[in-house]
C-alpha cells in the first residue's frame, strides 16, 4: 500500500495531525503513531520525494504549490454538528438515554437521531443497554488511546502489562469485547529480540485465541451458544479446536478459575495465556493476554505466566471493585 502525502508550508500542520509529521529546521518527521516507541524518522525535502516505509505502507511525502481551501470555501457538515451534540448529551448524562429523550432535548427530528445513533452503534462508537437505552461504547477505549491514557480501565491495567512483561519474554495485552471481536486496546511489547506483537486497534476473532475465550467466560451461557451458532469454529491451524461442546467446556473452566490457553490454536509457533478481568462494570467485558513464541520450555513458561495472570486478576478485581 502507498499513501502519498503532497506537502507545502501551508498544509503540512494539517499532514501532521493525521500521521504525525512534525518539522525541524526545514525537515519533515515521521513519529510513529505510538508515542511510547519513540520512533522517529527524520528526512528531508527539498526538490526530491522522501519515501519511508511505515509498517506494511509505503509514505511518499513531497512538496506542493497548491494552496489549501481558504475559510469562504471551507462548509461545515451539519450532521457531524448532530453526531457530537448526542455525544456530548450522553457524556454529561448519568445514565444511559433513549432516543426519543435525546430528540426532545437537542430538539433534533427523530429520523435524524435514528439514523446517526444506529451508525454509530455500528461502528461501535455506541451501544445499546440493557434496558435499549445508549450508552458509550467499547471502541471509544481506542479512540480514547490515541488521544490519552485517561481511561480509568487502560490506566489501571497498564502497570499489570507492563509486569507481565518485564518477568517473562512475552508482549502483555489488554483487550475488550467489541460484538463479536476482541479489540486490544493497550500493548506492552515484550522486551526481547524476537517477540509477538500487534497493534492497538486490532480487531481479532471472538472464537480464537486464548484472548477471546477469555472474553466470552464473562457472558451468560445463552449469549455463548448464540456466537457459537452464529459463527462456527474456524479451523486457523492443525490443533485449532472445532468441536463446539468442547470449545464451551474451555470456556466454562475459565469460568471457574482456570487460565485460557492457546497452543498454536490461532497461530502456528505461538503460545498464548490469557484470564477475564472483572472490571465490576456492567456491560464491560475485559481481559489480558500474554503472548510469546513456543519453544521447549513452554509448558514451564505456562505455569509461570498463568500464576501471574491469576495473581493479576485477583488484584484488579480488588482495585476495581473497590471505587
Not at 12 to 34: D, K
Not at 200 to 222: E, I, N
Not at 251 to 273: H, K, N, P, Q
Not at 279 to 307: F, M, N, Y
Request: hydrophobic share 45%; net charge positive; with cysteine.
Amino acid at each position: 500500500m502507498r499513501l502519498t502525502i503532497l506537502v507545502n508550508d501551508s498544509i503540512w500542520r494539517c499532514a501532521g495531525a493525521l500521521l504525525g509529521l512534525q518539522r525541524h529546521n526545514g525537515a519533515f518527521s515521521l513519529r510513529s503513531l505510538a508515542p511510547e516507541k519513540s520512533c522517529l524518522v527524520d528526512f528531508f525535502l527539498d526538490s526530491r520525494r522522501g519515501t519511508v516505509q511505515y509498517g506494511d505502507i509505503w509514505i511518499s511525502i513531497e512538496n506542493n504549490p497548491m494552496q489549501p481551501p481558504t475559510k469562504s470555501e471551507f462548509k461545515r457538515v451539519p450532521a457531524l454538528d448532530k453526531c457530537f451534540s448526542i455525544l456530548e448529551l450522553l457524556s454529561a448524562s448519568d445514565r444511559p438515554l433513549g432516543i426519543s429523550e435525546i430528540c426532545k432535548k437537542l430538539d433534533l427530528n427523530k429520523s435524524t437521531v435514528f439514523n446517526i445513533v444506529h451508525t454509530l452503534v455500528d461502528l461501535q462508537v455506541l451501544e445499546f443497554a440493557a434496558n435499549g437505552k445508549l450508552a458509550f461504547g467499547t471502541f471509544l477505549y481506542v479512540l480514547g488511546k490515541a488521544a490519552s491514557r485517561k481511561a480509568e480501565l487502560i490506566r489501571t491495567v497498564r502497570p499489570y502489562l507492563q509486569q507481565i512483561s518485564r518477568e517473562t519474554d512475552f508482549s502483555a495485552f489488554l483487550g475488550v469485547r467489541a460484538g463479536q471481536r476482541a479489540v486490544i486496546v493497550d500493548k506492552v511489547d515484550a522486551a526481547v529480540d524476537i517477540k509477538v506483537s500487534s497493534e492497538v486497534g486490532m480487531r481479532l476473532p471472538l472464537v480464537a485465541g486464548a484472548g477471546g475465550k477469555a472474553l466470552l467466560s464473562l457472558l451468560p451461557d445463552s449469549e455463548i451458544d448464540e456466537i457459537l451458532a452464529t459463527n462456527g469454529l474456524k479451523r486457523f491451524t492443525s490443533h485449532t479446536c472445532v468441536d463446539k461442546r468442547k470449545f464451551k467446556e474451555d470456556i466454562l473452566s475459565i469460568r471457574r478459575g482456570e487460565v485460557a490457553l492457546d497452543v498454536e490454536e490461532y497461530l502456528d509457533g505461538i503460545v498464548a495465556v490469557a484470564v477475564p478481568i472483572n472490571s465490576h462494570r456492567e456491560g464491560l467485558q475485559a481481559a489480558i493476554w500474554a503472548v510469546g513464541l513456543k519453544r521447549p520450555e513452554s509448558d514451564t513458561d505456562i505455569q509461570k505466566l498463568s500464576s501471574l495472570l491469576k495473581h493479576v486478576a485477583k488484584e484488579l478485581d480488588i482495585r476495581f471493585g473497590s471505587r
